[in-house]
């Protein structure tokens, strides 16, 4: 057996049995109900996606092509963005040669009898498969309308993924290989490099700007016939469009409605994917030493995690930047409250009002001196993006955050021995989370209401609103103050029930930063995700109700003001349960037990 033979068979033999051990974890792992039970409803979901029953009309409707029009604007605004992705990759990516091995592999790779050439093919190979798994997971989530269209958008996704991987492995590539020529020509290529990609980003702008103008002066307004329309006869698409090319055949082959449309773009997207990949293997680059330094950081930033979830120590500048003054004397959830905020970002409280209270300045200034009737409608937009922004950013954010008691808890340890009451430490968790759910609602509904105002100083809505009047002060105002009278107490009973989950659960929700992938994983999130949902809509029963009195009470009375009266009634049950709930949490901290209870 020859040289080449021998290393591709060694190499195959490591990806199969490295392979092979992964599942076997997986499947030993499958012995705890909690991955069990998650299995379980992964299949379940995924068989949801590519079975779901259907009438035959809308079976047909969900597989029907898209209207041609359509199918175009949508191709071409991704072949645009993929170029601006690209041309962004050329300035920012750094000049970073490695390879997606660990540190183990990297050191048993470069110290065997192998070619540089077979270890970059072998770490590109076994690389797809966290592609593929990514792509994969990303149209579950999309639930595709039918099983053929599932697989073509996987196919699609994959292909996407893979060349956006060996694209920035191949900038990051060309760049190390640069560092290795003289001055002169190092300096030179950056400088044509970043030139080009600037002059393709002000290409895509300009060009898309000119179409959008000429499809918004068009007798038809603005439309996806018109806005393609004045795409393809504007002066600049035709060259665009030629600049697009490869970005194009990736598009169409994500994007493509039918089989036929998609075996078609197929050949182009392969090529791309091919040139990609010769690309990165020509390349000659020494990628040793930057393959061992990143799989070094990745195995501490992993060790940290397990070991303690430590965040990075900021630098020197920061170091003196704290949320407040914390004085020596004082209750013990400040103190908890300012160990949480310096955990989530180092930003004085002050510097945050300061902003919310810039950003309120800022809006109602432009929308009060908006004249023309383009800037009044965009400001009527802004407004609603600003409602919505807020209002969503106000539940969600303090969830992804977790410097409550789901991040301390790997610390429980420590925080027994505090002399802190339970009902006490329960409070002072979940203040920072909170502040941070006040202000994106504060810079949302704060906004939005500086917009309104500005818009009524100047009479812009008193002939009616630009979105069906829903932007009118007289109607936007009341919406507005029932958001801030429901949302708080809401945020807090959510905030409870995940710690009250991850207190009573920790094996089945992992504390601090944990991640466990794969299906299992991804089931048990959906059945967090039900169950939290069950939860609330009995918890909010009560509330429902209180608000179904007010309005059929005082409705014709009010007006549009029942609605704030509405959530200050609605409110009052959420913050009773709420408290109920701190009281739970508070029996669940005293009981337990941090050498038991935690998972290993």
């Known amino acids: 057996m020859n040289r080449p033979a021998s290393a591709a068979g060694a190499l195959a033999f490591y990806a199969t049995r490295s392979l092979r051990n992964a599942l076997g974890r997986r499947i030993r792992r499958l012995a705890e109900p909690r991955y069990l039970v998650g299995l379980a409803v992964g299949l379940a979901y995924v068989g949801m996606v590519l079975w779901r029953p259907a009438r035959p009309s809308a079976r047909a409707a969900a597989s029907a092509p898209w209207p041609a029009e359509f ?23 750094g000049r970073e040669a490695s390879l997606s091995l660990t540190e183990g592999e990297a050191q048993f790779l470069f110290s065997a009898p192998l070619s540089r050439s077979a270890v970059v093919h072998f770490a590109l190979l076994r690389s797809q498969l966290r592609v593929l798994s990514g792509a994969l997971i990303a149209i579950l989530f999309s639930r595709p309308g039918s099983p053929s269209g599932f697989l073509r958008a996987v196919a699609g996704g994959w292909v996407l993924f893979s060349v956006a991987n060996l694209h920035l492995i191949g900038v990051g590539f060309t760049k190390a290989a640069w560092d290795e020529q003289p001055t002169a020509r190092r300096r030179a290529a950056k400088l044509v490099t970043i030139l ?7 290409f895509v702008i300009t060009a898309g700007s000119e179409a959008v103008a000429r499809a918004a002066s068009s007798p ?7 806005l393609e329309g004045a795409f393809f006869s504007s002066r ?5 469009l030629g600049l697009l090319v490869p970005f194009r055949a990736l598009a169409a082959l994500l994007f493509a409605p039918t089989t036929g449309s998609f075996l078609a773009a197929l050949p182009g997207a392969l090529l791309l994917l091919a040139l990609h990949y010769v690309w990165v293997v020509r390349t000659n680059v ?11 950081r990745r195995a501490a930033a992993r060790a940290k995690r397990q070991g303690g979830n430590l965040p990075a120590l900021p630098g020197e500048g920061r170091r003196h930047v704290v949320p407040f003054l914390l004085v020596s004397r004082g209750r013990p959830e400040i103190a908890l409250a300012w160990k949480n905020l310096l955990a989530g970002h180092r930003w004085r409280l002050k510097t945050q009002l300061l902003g919310v209270a810039g950003l309120v300045v800022v809006l109602f200034l432009a929308s009060a001196s908006a004249r023309s009737r383009e800037a009044d409608q965009a400001s009527a937009v802004v407004l609603a993006i600003l409602a919505l922004l807020g209002a969503v950013l106000a539940v969600i954010l303090p969830a992804g955050m977790r410097n409550d008691l789901r991040g301390d808890l790997e610390h429980a340890a420590v925080l027994k021995s505090w002399p802190v009451a339970p009902v006490s430490l329960v409070i002072g968790e ?16 704060g906004g939005a209401l500086s917009v309104s105002a500005g818009r009524a100083l100047r009479g812009a809505t008193a002939a009616g609103g630009t979105l069906g009047g829903l ?5 936007f105002l009341p919406a507005a103050v029932a958001a801030i009278l429901f949302l708080p107490p809401l945020v807090l009973l959510l905030l409870l029930g995940q710690n009250a989950a991850t207190l009573a659960f920790p094996a089945w929700f992992p504390p601090g930063q944990r991640r466990t992938r794969g299906l299992e994983q991804f089931g048990i999130r959906i059945v967090a995700t039900l169950g939290s949902f069950v939860l609330l809509g009995l918890a909010l029963i009560p509330s429902a109700i209180l ?12 007006g549009l003001w029942a609605l704030p009266l509405s959530a200050l009634f609605a409110s009052l049950p959420v913050w009773a349960e709420a408290v109920g709930a701190v009281a739970l949490l508070a029996k669940l901290w005293e009981r337990f037990d941090p050498a038991l209870d935690l998972p290993e």
Do not use: H, K, N
């Open 71 to 93: 199918a175009g604007a949508i191709q071409l605004l991704a072949a645009a963005a993929l170029l601006l992705g690209a041309a962004l990759a050329w300035i920012f990516r």
């Open 196 to 202: 080009l990609a600037l002059g393709a980003i002000a």
């Open 220 to 226: 038809r307004g603005l439309s996806t016939i018109t």
């Open 236 to 240: 600049l698409g035709r060259p665009l």
């Open 286 to 296: 020494r990628y040793e030493d930057a393959t061992l330094e990143s799989a070094a």
């Open 430 to 445: 979940l203040l920072a989370p909170l502040w941070f759910s006040a202000i994106a609602l504060a810079a949302g509904i």
């Open 471 to 475: 932007d009118r002060p007289e109607v």
């Open 547 to 558: 608000v179904a009195l007010v309005l059929f009470l005082g409705g014709g009375a009010l």
